[in-house]
């Protein structure tokens, strides 16, 4: 989301837990030492996007945060990556994968005392799906019948037709098409539902916000950081969490949060920065006090949309622009080896993955790049990777500049943004030109969560505004068949992406995490690639 999502498996979606091969001190993956309920910590968070709404938060800064407080139907096992009942008590399917029965666990309760029922998670759907709403995270209600009657600035329909409440505990789902996935796809927070409470103001809701997860938001000061305390009266059936108190501290700088842990000041950081992993420098800094491990997410480059930044609508542009940067160089030099080279738009460990999909324009060719750029009739003016200024990539985004300026005779300069929140903003608000780093974390594991949002048109993360008929029809016919057709179908679509070229695909992500000497049972989710909080706890 994000652009991680940034979070899950099915028969053959199992492939995830491959991706727990880590390595982490002499303690393995994660820190064993004995720990104990109760205590706080403090983890390195950033400032949020969106207001933290289950419907609205698709990137991690947020994510991070919501998917504490609320609960979904499903929640993503941190070891396996699969999907494990939270409020769900049944969920059953008809022979066309089109029709579906949802029963939820009786008695829970929201933080505010009131009760979680079928009619809990209807409202909260089609709130989000509701086109006025212009909720963050609306294509993932997609599949349901119905949505696109409740699309748009003024709608035919407030709800969806296929959504419908049968009793307290049971609604049922009608898809337009059938959705042989649909299960898996319902542990992510989008599906998360919504007391009574958010209906009456959402926008005073957003601000101290009431979910039924395991920890409860006790305070947000945008800027500065999100204190959560665990909820006692947690009903659903995933981790309950062990520590009293998770504060997410939001800073600018993962130099000065690296720093901050070192110091004993913050508990846990979800990325180690790229100064502290040259020569691996982390492992003295940190010794049995970190974890490595990859998972399904990619680090890619997103051209603006063309009426933004015109110059460089020409494919022939793009692909010589992915084939005069060199990933390898990069990623030696600053990431000290621990990345990936990315040869498609997916990501390895999930189903569909399409090693190769790029082909030779994710491979470095300084000549044949410059010959692209001649046929094309060159590029005029400067070109520019834009970056949020709060994350750790100023050393990547120049060395990638460095790298086309090298092969193309271009001018090449990394801008920088203040913070995430506002790049994010200029993204949305297509007010970001030329190029701009971007990437994706799978919400679950299927090759379709790195196709549709991100390249279909008018995908809810389509930040490049990138539309092709025949790819969106690929996704369609894919949509509705099953097992290998349905994969090749997807294969089809994802390799019209290497002839426009919409965005380069750079690394695959390796996540390199570190903890204080307080923390006890640290491990990385595989799912997200993010400490998993629910499991952690103080020695």
């Not at 089109?98 to 759907?125: H, L, R, Y």
């Amino acid at each position: 989301m994000r652009v991680k999502s940034r979070a899950m498996a099915i028969a053959g979606i199992s492939a995830v837990a491959l991706l727990a091969t880590a390595c982490g001190g002499d303690s393995g993956s994660s820190s064993d030492s004995a720990g104990k309920t109760g205590g706080e910590i403090i983890a390195r968070g950033c400032q949020p996007q969106n207001p933290l709404i289950g419907g609205n938060t698709g990137e991690s800064c947020g994510h991070d945060i919501v998917e504490l407080f609320t609960s979904t139907l499903y929640r993503y096992d941190a070891e396996t990556g699969k999907p494990v009942k939270d409020l769900a008590e049944s969920f059953e399917a008809d022979e066309a994968n089109q029709n579906f029965t949802v029963k939820i666990k009786p008695g829970v309760k929201f933080q505010d005392g009131t009760p979680v029922t079928a009619k809990s998670f209807v409202d909260a759907w089609n709130y989000t799906a509701y086109g006025p709403n212009a909720q963050y995270l609306s294509y993932f209600m997609e599949p349901i019948e119905g949505f696109k009657d409740v699309q748009g600035e003024k709608p035919k329909e407030k709800e969806m037709s296929g959504l419908k409440v049968v009793d307290d505990t049971t609604f049922t789902i009608k898809t337009a098409e059938p959705t042989s996935n649909l299960e898996i796809r319902l542990g992510y927070t989008a599906f998360a539902p919504q007391p009574e409470a958010f209906f009456k103001d959402p926008e005073a809701f957003a601000k101290k916000p009431i979910g039924a997860g395991p920890y409860k938001v006790e305070d947000y000061q945008e800027g500065k950081q999100a204190v959560l305390t665990k909820y006692n009266d947690y009903g659903g059936q995933a981790a309950a969490g062990n520590v009293d108190k998770i504060t997410f501290r939001f800073y600018q700088d993962q130099d000065a949060a690296y720093a901050d842990l070192q110091g004993g000041n913050i508990d846990v950081i979800d990325q180690v920065p790229a100064s502290a992993m040259i020569d691996k420098k982390f492992e003295s800094d940190l010794p049995d006090r970190w974890a490595q491990e990859p998972y399904p997410a990619i680090q890619t480059i997103t051209f603006a949309p063309e009426k933004t930044s015109p110059e460089y609508k020409d494919p022939k542009i793009r692909q010589a622009i992915s084939m005069a940067i060199d990933r390898q160089k990069i990623v030696d030099d600053h990431f000290d080896g621990a990345r990936e080279l990315a040869t498609s738009w997916g990501a390895p460990g999930i189903e569909g993955f399409n090693e190769g999909a790029c082909g030779k324009y994710c491979e470095y060719n300084a000549a044949e790049a410059k010959k692209l750029l001649d046929e094309a009739g060159g590029f005029k003016g400067k070109m520019t990777i834009g970056y949020n200024a709060d994350g750790d990539h100023k050393a990547w985004v120049t060395a990638t500049c460095d790298s086309i300026r090298t092969a193309l005779g271009v001018d090449c300069t990394a801008t920088p943004v203040t913070d995430f929140a506002t790049f994010r903003k200029n993204i949305g608000e297509q007010k970001q030109k030329g190029m701009f780093r971007s990437g994706w974390i799978a919400d679950y594991p299927h090759i379709e969560n790195f196709l549709t949002p991100l390249y279909s048109t008018g995908g809810s993360s389509n930040d490049g505004k990138y539309s092709n008929p025949d790819f969106d029809k690929a996704l369609t016919d894919a949509a509705k068949l099953t097992g290998e057709e349905s994969l090749a179908k997807y294969k089809e679509a994802e390799e019209m992406l290497a002839k426009d070229m919409p965005s380069i695909p750079l690394w695959y992500y390796t996540a390199t995490v570190g903890w204080s000497e307080k923390v006890a049972n640290a491990k990385i989710s595989v799912a997200s690639g993010r400490v998993d909080l629910l499991s952690i706890s103080v020695k």
